[in-house]
């Protein structure tokens, strides 16, 4: 019998995520499988949360990663915070903020939203107007939104806000790209993923509430209605000096985690930074010099994932299959409003190294000819 598995090819991706892992965090997942109440893997769990803290740049004790990718994030945050009848506003400017949209009204939530157009920030003057019309329990917005390669003003947005009102930020393409400052950007709840620019194996949400958002999934009227992403319950497994079995958590992937944070911050956040910017800028100036343009208008575009216009006379699937098969490069689509239009190229963690920028260029170049 053949095993598929053997005939795995090294791809560059250079997508929305997930991005290349680096080889300390394979062999991390190698590690022996321990039971998940063994003390050394408890150990192990309390070191992925302090350094979560560390990359998040927050004291809130409720930090850890949930079992599930990003989206499993994005629902823990929006189904311990919400009970039926809540007003809830989310500012949209693209995909994932539509997601946010869909699961804050299954839960019966009282949503507003407010839309800008794709490839434009959230305004902040208009955000400004609707929160003088009516007061919310919950602002949401998207950090890094992948749909469009645009970054929204979040400590901006958090300034707005009154305290009676919580701040639910998406982090999932920003953390470890750019900088996330969850304390001092006043946010209550955040979620990000392992596979963006953490550069960890997809299958987990990095999470954090403040002690505000702490006291109202404590002082519920009505239970948490989701038993997996209930924090009341998942936290009798990450916190305390006891703990107790909730689900098994996925061992070997949060080895994976652990290591992708301690690369992190063994690097430095602000190298980290740095190298994302410098990734970035290297290929602006080399799609440039290709007459390739970027839709995002430069002051709001995210370094890690770049939105440019399909270049003239490459069809855009079959390019994106000449780059996969011929180059071994995987690049992103476009999504929604964007689709058919544009291909989003992932400078995110691993990834974002001048010589993968090179390999896209050199590549593209050709396909040009
Ligand atoms: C990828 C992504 C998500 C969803 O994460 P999954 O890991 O695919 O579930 C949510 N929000 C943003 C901004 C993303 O880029």
Redo the contacts with the bound molecule.
């Keep these: 019998m053949k095993n598929l598995l053997h005939d795995i090819e090294e791809i560059l991706l250079m997508g929305?995520?997930p991005s290349s892992i680096a080889q300390p965090v394979y062999n991390a997942l190698a590690s022996k499988t321990l039971g998940h109440l063994d003390p050394y893997f408890i150990k192990i769990m309390d070191g992925i949360k302090s350094m979560q803290q560390e990359v998040m740049q927050t004291k809130n004790r409720l930090t850890f990663p949930v079992s599930g990718?990003?989206?499993?994030g994005?629902e823990s945050c929006f189904v311990n915070l919400i009970e039926p009848g809540d007003a809830v506003l989310i500012l949209i400017n693209g995909y994932?903020a539509m997601?946010m949209q869909e699961m804050a009204t299954r839960l019966g939530a009282d949503v507003d939203t407010l839309e800008f157009e794709w490839g434009t920030p959230v305004n902040l003057e208009t955000v400004e107007r609707q929160l003088k019309l009516k007061q919310y329990k919950i602002v949401a917005v998207?950090h890094?939104?992948?749909s469009t390669g645009v970054l929204n003003p979040v400590p901006e947005l958090g300034r707005l806000l009154d305290q009676d009102t919580l701040f639910l930020v998406?982090t999932?393409?920003s953390l470890g790209g750019i900088e996330v400052k969850v304390d001092d950007w006043r946010i209550d709840a955040v979620y990000s993923?392992s596979?963006?620019c953490l550069s960890g194996p997809?299958g987990l949400?990095p999470v954090s509430f403040s002690d505000k958002a702490v006291d109202v999934v404590t002082n519920r009227k009505k239970p948490v209605p989701n038993w997996y992403l209930d924090m009341s319950l998942v936290l009798k497994y990450w916190e305390g000096g006891k703990r107790s079995y909730h689900h098994t958590a996925p061992i070997n992937n949060l080895y994976g985690l652990y290591q992708a944070l301690f690369m992190a911050l063994e690097e430095g956040l602000d190298n980290v930074f740095t190298r994302h910017a410098v990734a970035h800028r290297h290929l602006v100036s080399g799609l440039e010099a290709l007459e390739v343009s970027l839709p995002v208008a430069a002051a709001h575009r995210l370094p890690m994932l770049n939105v440019i216009s399909i270049p003239k006379g490459i069809d855009d699937v079959q390019g994106r299959l000449t780059l996969l098969n011929k180059y071994k490069i995987e690049v992103g689509g476009g999504l929604g409003a964007f689709a058919g239009k544009v291909w989003r190229i992932g400078l995110m963690g691993h990834t974002a190294r001048p010589e993968n920028v090179d390999r896209f260029l050199t590549a593209l170049k050709e396909m040009l000819i």
């Design positions: 929305p995520g990718t990003g989206s499993a994005m994932f997601r998207v890094a939104e992948t998406d999932v393409t993923g596979q963006k997809p949400s």
